[in-house]
C-alpha cells in the first residue's frame, strides 16, 4: 500500500499514484472553474492548472477565473448547464443547497477507497448525509490580530481570559484609542464576533446546535453570549461607524494605530504587511477564555467539488489528488502561495509567523472543535438574517429581544 | 398591361394580403422578443411564485407547491414592509427631479458665451454610471473624511453618518439618485423650451404676464409633452433603483434601505438567496405597483392619440 508511507514519502507516492495505470491515460478535456481571482491564489490556481496538464500530455486543461465575490451567486448558473468538470466553493452547510440539488458529485469512493491520504481530519467538513462530496485546498485560522508595538507601549500582555482582555481594553480607552477595529457593512465580520463569543461563552457543542437550529435564539443561554458582547459594546470597545465600512476599509484603523486589535482570519495578514507594518508591529492570539468550555475555533475551509454533470469525471478526480496531495498542498499554502493552512496532515506548514501560530493553536487548543464560519455552518437563509440582527445588535444594543424574535421566528420556518 | 393589373389573372395570395402582412412582418421580430423576454416571463413569475423552490435543479422536480403561502409570508414580513415603504419613499421624492430639472433648464435656456459647456456640464453626471454615482456619493457621505461632514463642521454640526444611520440612509441614497435624474428631466426640458411658441409667449408679454405668471400659464402647458416624459422616466427610474442601493449601503444598515427590487435580488438570486419562489412573489408585487402606473401611462398616451387624430 502507498498510502502507509507518510510526509517524506508523499511526494513520491503521489506521483506513482498518478503514474499507476487507471490515471496514466488521462485525455480529453478538463475544464475548471475557479474563484481564486486575487492575485496571488489566481497565480497558484494558473500553476495548478499548468502543472497537471503538464503531467498529463494527452489532457486538456481549461481554467477559467471568476471573481470571487461574483462567483458567489454564478455558482447556481455555472452548474445548471453545460457544468464544467471541477468547481471552487467552500466547506460545510454552504455546500448543502447544491447537494440537496444534486449539483455536486458524490466522491465518497475516493475518500474510502484511500485515493485521499491525509485527509481524514478534514473529512468531516466534506460530510452531509455520511456521503463525502468535495475535497478542501486551504483553510486558515480566525483569531485576534493586534498591535503589538501599542502593546507594549500601554505595558499589555496577551490576553489569557475575558477578565483580562476587558481590562486590557480598558487601558486601551484610556489612553484615547478603540479596542477592536471591525467594518460589518457586508456583515460577516460581526458573525465572526458572535462565533467566537458564543463557542467561549456555551462551548462549540451548543454553538453546533444553534447552527443545526435545535436551540431557539431567545434561549437564555444565547442571552448570556449577547451579554458577554454587550459589555464589551456598553465599553465603547468597537470603532464607530463600523457598519459603513467594509472589512479592507477598517484595515486601516489599525495601521493608524487609532484601533489596536481586529477580530479577522488570516487573510487579513498580507493587506496589514502590504500597509507598511512589519511582524515586530502585528501579533496574534486566540480568542481568550470566558467560560469553563473547551476552545472552539473558526477556521473555514476552501474546496473543490466535482459537478455532477462532469464529462471528464476520470481527470476531475485525478485533479482532486493531485491538489490534496502532501507536497502540492505544502506548494499552494506557503509564503510563496496562499499563505494559509494545508489540509493534508503530511505537508509542512510554512515558516511564517501567523501561520504557525494559528497551525499550532488550530491542533492543539481547539480541543472543542473546529467550525467553519457563521455563514457556512448556519443555512444560507438563517445566515443573512442572522447576520443582519447581529449587525444591528452592534449598533442598537436595546434591540436585542426585538432582533432575538425576529431571528426565532426565522429558525422556526427554516429549519422544518 | 402587367399581370398585376390583370383581373382575370388570379392574383397570389402573398399579393392579395400584402397590406395586411407587410405591417405584421415589419411587427413580428419585435413581437417574438417582446414575448419571450417580457411576456412570458411576467406570467413565469407568477407561476414560480406559487412554488417554494431553490432555482437549482428543475422546478417541476425540486419545487414544491404552496398555493398562495409566499404571499401569507410577505404579509408579515418586516423586511418586505420596510421595502414597500422605502419604494414609496423613492417614488415621492424622485419626483423632485421635475420641478428641479425644469428650474435647471428655465435657467440655462439662454444664449450666452459658452452656454453649451454649461448645459453639458449639469447634464454629465446623467451620462456617468450609476455605480460612479453611488461610490462618489458614498466618499461625499464618510462618517469621517466625508466632504459632508467636513462642511457641517465648518457651521459647527454634525458629524453624522448618513449612510450607517438607518432613518437616513434610503434619504441619502435618494439624494444621490436625484443628481442624475435631475440632469435627464433638464435636458427633456431644454428640447421642449426649444419647441415653446415664441408667438405665444410674445402676445402673453403684451397682455402684461410675466414673472410666474408667464411661466405657469404659457410656458408650462406648452411643455406638457416634456413634463409627461419626465414623469414616466422618473416614476419607472424611482422604482428600478437598484445599483445605488447595492453600491452605496447594500441594503443595510440591517436591511433599513432595500426597496423591493433589491429584497427580490437578495430572496431568490444573492449569495445567501435560494427562494425562488418568494422571490417571484415579491417580483409580481412590483409589477402589480409598477402596473398602477404603465396602466395610466398607456391610457394617458391612447387618449393623447385619440385626440390627435379628431
Known amino acids: ?30 475544464r475548471i472553474m475557479s474563484d481564486m481571482s486575487n492575485p496571488a491564489p489566481r497565480a497558484i490556481m494558473e500553476g495548478l492548472a499548468a502543472d497537471f496538464g503538464a503531467m498529463h500530455p494527452d489532457l486538456t486543461v481549461e481554467l477559467e477565473i471568476v471573481d470571487r465575490e461574483a462567483w458567489k451567486s454564478q455558482i447556481r448558473n455555472a452548474l445548471s448547464a453545460n457544468p464544467p468538470d471541477v468547481v471552487n466553493w467552500y466547506a460545510a452547510n454552504r455546500m448543502l443547497p447544491y447537494v440537496e440539488s444534486g449539483l455536486f458529485m458524490d466522491i465518497s469512493d475516493m475518500y474510502s477507497g484511500g485515493d485521499l491520504p491525509g485527509l481524514d481530519a478534514v473529512k468531516g467538513a466534506m460530510t452531509i448525509d455520511g456521503k463525502q462530496w468535495g475535497v478542501p485546498y486551504s483553510y486558515y485560522q480566525w483569531g485576534i490580530y493586534y498591535r503589538e508595538d501599542i502593546f507594549k507601549e500601554l505595558g499589555l500582555a496577551e490576553p489569557a481570559t475575558f477578565e483580562e482582555e476587558m481590562a486590557n481594553c480598558q487601558k486601551i480607552l484610556d489612553a484615547g484609542k478603540k479596542c477592536y477595529s471591525i467594518g460589518s457593512k457586508f456583515l460577516w465580520t460581526a458573525g465572526g464576533w458572535f462565533d467566537y463569543l458564543n463557542m467561549r461563552t456555551n462551548g462549540f457543542d451548543f454553538h453546533m446546535e444553534l447552527a443545526q437550529g435545535k436551540v431557539a435564539w431567545t434561549d437564555d443561554r444565547v442571552r448570556e453570549t449577547f451579554a458577554n458582547w454587550r459589555k464589551l459594546i456598553d465599553m465603547g470597545a468597537f470603532i464607530d461607524d463600523h457598519q459603513t465600512y467594509s472589512w479592507q476599509e477598517a484595515l486601516p484603523f489599525v495601521v493608524n494605530g487609532e484601533a489596536t486589535a481586529y477580530l479577522i482570519g488570516n487573510f487579513a495578514v498580507p493587506h496589514l504587511r502590504e500597509a507598511g507594518l512589519t511582524d515586530d508591529q502585528i501579533d496574534f492570539y486566540q480568542f481568550p477564555k470566558i467560560a469553563d468550555v473547551p476552545m472552539g475555533e473558526d477556521a473555514p475551509t476552501d474546496t473543490f467539488h466535482i459537478a455532477s454533470g462532469a464529462s471528464n469525471v476520470d481527470a476531475a478526480k485525478a485533479f482532486l489528488q493531485f491538489v490534496t496531495s502532501a507536497d502540492v498542498q505544502s506548494k499552494i499554502n506557503g509564503p510563496d502561495g496562499l499563505g494559509q493552512l494545508p489540509i493534508n496532515a503530511n505537508s509542512s506548514v510554512a515558516d511564517d509567523e501567523f501561520i504557525q501560530q494559528g497551525f499550532e493553536m488550530l491542533s492543539q487548543n481547539a480541543t472543542g472543535g473546529i467550525a467553519q464560519f457563521f455563514d457556512r455552518d448556519f443555512p444560507a437563509e438563517m445566515a443573512s438574517i442572522g447576520m443582519e440582527g447581529l449587525q444591528e445588535f452592534m449598533v442598537f444594543p436595546d434591540n ?17 | 398591361m402587367t399581370a398585376a393589373t390583370d383581373p382575370t389573372i388570379p392574383r397570389s395570395w402573398m399579393q392579395r394580403n400584402r397590406m395586411t402582412i407587410t405591417p405584421l412582418l415589419f411587427l413580428a421580430p419585435g413581437v417574438l422578443f417582446f414575448a419571450v423576454y417580457v411576456i412570458i416571463p411576467i406570467f413565469q413569475s407568477f407561476y414560480i411564485s406559487t412554488f417554494e423552490w431553490n432555482g437549482l435543479g428543475e422546478l417541476s422536480e425540486q419545487g414544491e407547491y404552496v398555493g398562495f403561502r409566499n404571499y401569507q409570508e410577505l404579509m408579515t414580513d418586516r423586511a418586505f414592509e420596510i421595502s414597500l415603504w422605502n419604494n414609496v419613499k423613492w417614488l415621492a421624492l424622485y419626483l423632485l427631479a421635475i420641478p428641479a430639472g425644469l428650474f435647471i433648464a428655465l435657467f440655462l435656456n439662454q444664449t450666452i458665451m459658452g452656454i453649451r459647456i454649461y448645459k453639458s456640464l449639469f447634464f454629465f453626471p446623467f451620462v456617468i454610471s450609476q455605480v460612479v454615482v453611488g461610490l462618489v ?39 444621490a439618485g436625484l443628481w442624475p435624474q435631475t440632469a435627464y428631466c433638464m435636458i427633456l ?3 421642449g423650451l426649444n419647441a415653446v411658441d415664441p408667438e405665444q409667449v410674445e402676445a402673453a408679454r403684451l397682455d402684461g404676464a410675466k414673472g410666474w405668471k ?20 422618473t416614476i419607472i427610474g424611482a422604482l428600478r433603483s437598484f445599483d445605488l442601493i447595492s453600491i452605496m449601503t447594500n441594503g443595510g444598515p440591517f436591511g433599513s434601505t432595500r426597496v423591493l427590487s433589491f429584497y427580490m435580488f437578495e430572496k431568490a438570486l444573492s449569495e445567501y438567496g435560494f427562494r425562488m419562489g418568494y422571490g417571484s412573489a415579491i417580483a409580481v408585487v412590483l409589477f402589480l405597483i409598477m402596473l398602477v402606473f404603465i396602466g395610466y401611462f398607456l391610457w394617458s398616451m391612447y387618449r393623447d392619440e385619440k385626440g390627435a387624430r379628431r
Open chain 1, 1 to 30: 500500500m502507498l498510502r502507509k508511507f507518510t510526509s517524506a514519502a508523499a511526494a513520491l507516492a503521489m506521483t506513482t499514484a498518478l503514474a499507476a495505470p487507471a490515471h496514466a491515460d488521462l485525455e480529453g478535456t478538463l
Open chain 1, 400 to 416: 436585542l429581544d426585538d432582533i432575538l424574535g425576529r431571528m426565532e421566528q426565522a429558525r422556526q420556518r427554516i429549519y422544518k
Open chain 2, 137 to 175: 456619493f458614498s466618499w461625499f457621505y464618510l462618517p469621517r473624511e466625508g466632504l459632508l461632514n467636513l462642511v457641517l463642521g465648518v457651521f459647527g454640526a454634525g458629524p453624522v453618518n448618513i449612510l450607517g444611520d438607518p432613518t437616513l440612509a434610503t434619504y441619502g441614497i435618494i439624494a
Open chain 2, 189 to 191: 426640458y431644454l428640447t
Open chain 2, 214 to 233: 408667464m411661466l405657469w400659464y404659457v410656458i408650462i402647458p406648452q411643455l406638457k409633452p416634456a413634463t409627461f416624459i419626465a414623469f414616466v422616466v
